[in-house]
Nanobody, 133 residues
Framework: QIQFVESGGGLVQPGGSLRLSCVVS????????IGWIRQAPGKEREGVSC????????YYADSVKGRFTISRDNAKNTVYLQMNSLQPEDPAPYYC??????????????????????????WGPGTQVTVSS
């Protein structure tokens, strides 16, 4: 059974930091690009970042570029999202997911989210990020 489990969300003040983790089981992470997706209430879903299977390619949405860093540890089957300088527009549930077209996201200028589970997408339940003073 393929399972994605996110953790690391929480409440921080503006300018604070969080490190999200996504532990993957049931698939070989080495062959899977992984993305982080967020969707705040009343806003469109946004592909925030992704990392290729070999970690030689990454993508960041303009809204997080320079503040967020994605990384992966295939030996631990884990993908991380380091979020610094969190701002009031960042709060949302954050999901890790696959499949994700990470190799083409940069040229496309956007990271499409995977489809729902009944269309081949794999998603975690999400971890909530809240930014408030």
């Amino acid at each position: 059974q393929i399972q994605f489990v996110e953790s690391g969300g929480g409440l921080v003040q503006p300018g604070g930091s969080l490190r999200l983790s996504c532990v993957v089981s049931g698939i070989t992470l080495n062959y899977s690009p992984i993305g982080w997706i967020r969707q705040a209430p009343g806003k469109e879903r946004e592909g925030v970042s992704c990392i290729s299977s070999s970690a030689d390619s990454t993508y960041y949405a303009d809204s997080v570029k320079g503040r967020f860093t994605i990384s992966r540890d295939n030996a631990k089957n884990t993908v991380y999202l380091q979020m610094n300088s969190l701002q009031p527009e960042d709060p949302a549930p954050y999901y890790c997911a696959t499949p994700i077209p990470c190799s083409t996201a940069q040229s496309m200028g956007v990271l499409p989210a995977p489809g729902p589970p009944d269309r081949g997408g794999y998603w975690g339940p999400g971890t909530q990020v809240t930014v408030s003073s």
